[in-house]
């Protein structure tokens, strides 16, 4: 078990040592009985779904609510070009 550990480390890029990958063996093999577990109920014919209760999203209508406010924004910055903000340079 512990080359497993050692691999699943190694596959999420964490450091273990041999000591720490021999602690979180018992606990990796008690997530691989309950996944096996769980791979024992029947789910044929169950439809797959996205939330446990059958409702539909709101939607909200697909209005502007923020107008043009370019000039608005634009309007404290030290300096504009074209409509965009001027910044100093600041790789050569």
Known sequence: MNVDVLKVAMLARIRLTQDEAEGLGPQ???IL?????LSEIA???VAPTAH???VAMPLRAD???NGN???ELLAPAPAIEDGLYV???VIE
């Open 87 to 89: 910044v100093p340079k």
């Open 63 to 65: 209005v502007v609510s």
């Open 52 to 54: 446990p209760h059958d």
């Open 33 to 37: 009985a309950y996944i096996d577990k």
């Open 28 to 30: 990796l093999n008690k």
């Open 43 to 45: 789910t044929e014919g």
């Open 69 to 71: 406010r370019r000039d």
